[in-house]
């Protein structure tokens, strides 16, 4: 009987001490989890998360100290995420109004991660703020890296279609912005934001730089999206680099390469310019409630589809983000833009304010105002050329999982 019942005990602690490991193994599936979408929302240069990303890194080493080697092998190698966002966007243009619900972005994420050295992932949009009936591939790209994911520095290859790492703003993630949408001279140059292409990194998550070869046009580019010819197109390298030091951070970029041929009707244009180097900078203290980022732009490109050749551009954009508590953040934001720098006028500013809410993790609530003013190019004086006023409100749901 005694020997019966000191098998029972033994059987119970066993059963005990595996679920206590089927635990730990669960905590730890959901902090590699929330690692990957950080690391994702910028490109893989996890910059911009780097606080967050160390924290959980300690914490995922701390687990694994706890989980002996039948439990340190993934317990899911793949799970789905995404976000969903709705809006009202009320505009008022020189005296006409006009305000529209729509869903901005609906988008559902696939990553698989094969073993410690080796993921992929696929993301599907279903709405990019217009009324449309097919759905558009977002990522789909595989990432190797020799010293696993969990490492704190190391190599990484990516190939496919993927963020494209040009200043920090394009490749940061659309969840993770407190500002509803980028520059305007990102929208017209990038839209899609994703290139395809081949990249290398190296480095930590504050000092890497990276090289790569790059296809010529993004996933939402006008000619690239309608161009009778079919797809064709171009190849360029694309490098950068980034540093931190204290509460400072920056980093260089460049991409340069040639707009393929665009035909569509009547419209043919030729091959052209597409360059563009950026410089970006933060300062956002240790603990600080100030996290002030800004990034300039100098390029040659014509505005897709629309101009013959491609023009001299600049623009640059500051935005403050101030944490007013745990949940409540509020937003200032300045831009400009010159899509040719060598007629007088055609600078077009932006100035806006914001109120975010995050209520939890998963939903977020924001209340964005921005007024524009566009000069349109006058051969003269910029003070003879007329302006247009654009005020523009925006409501913003958004869920993520």
Do not use: C
């Amino acid at each position: 009987m005694l020997k019966r019942t000191s098998l029972l005990i033994f059987a119970f602690a066993v059963t005990a001490s595996s679920y206590a490991q089927q635990d730990v193994a669960k905590q730890r599936e959901q902090l590699e989890r929330q690692l990957l979408e950080y690391t994702l929302a910028s490109n893989s240069t996890e910059a911009a998360f780097a606080d967050e990303i160390a924290d959980l890194k300690k914490q995922i080493e701390a687990l694994n100290k706890k989980l002996t080697a039948p439990h340190l092998e993934q317990t899911n190698h793949g799970w789905f995420s995404g976000f969903f966002q709705a809006q009202y966007v009320n505009t008022e243009s020189n005296g006409t109004t006009t305000g529209d619900f729509r869903n901005r972005r609906s988008r559902i994420n696939y990553n698989h991660i094969g073993d410690s050295h080796t993921m992929g992932r696929i993301s599907i949009d279903f709405s990019a703020g217009v009324n449309q009936t097919t759905a558009q591939v977002r990522d789909a790209f595989i990432q190797y890296k020799p010293n696993t994911f969990l490492a704190k520095s190391g190599p990484s290859y990516t190939i496919g279609q993927q963020n494209t790492p040009l200043g920090y703003e394009v490749s940061y993630g659309s969840w993770a912005r407190l500002w509803p949408e980028r520059s305007m001279f990102n929208q017209a140059y990038h839209n899609g934001e994703r290139g395809r292409g081949f990249l290398y990194q190296n480095g930590d998550s504050s000092n890497y730089w990276f090289a790569g070869l790059w296809s010529s046009t993004m996933v939402n580019d006008t000619e690239a999206v309608n161009n009778t010819r079919g797809p064709a197109g171009e190849t360029g390298p694309i490098a950068g680099f980034h540093m931190k030091s204290g509460a400072w951070e920056g980093g260089l970029s460049t991409f340069n390469t040639r707009r393929p041929r665009f035909v569509n009707g009547s419209t043919d244009l030729p091959i052209d310019d597409r360059k563009f180097s950026y410089f970006d900078v933060r300062y956002h203290p240790t603990n600080s409630r100030f996290d002030i980022r800004g990034e300039y732009m100098k390029g040659k490109d014509r505005l897709p589809g629309q101009n013959y050749a491609a023009t001299n551009t600049t623009g640059y954009h500051v935005v403050m983000d101030y944490k007013l508590n745990k949940t409540d953040s509020f937003v200032l934001r300045h831009e400009e833009w010159d899509a040719d720098t060598s007629l007088n006028g055609g600078l077009t500013t932006l100035n806006g304010i914001a109120y975010v809410r995050d209520v939890s993790q998963f939903l977020r609530l924001s209340l964005a105002w921005q007024w524009n003013g566009q000069l349109n190019p006058a051969t003269g004086t910029p003070a003879n050329a007329t302006i247009n006023n654009i005020q523009q409100l925006t409501l913003r749901a958004q869920f993520k999982f």
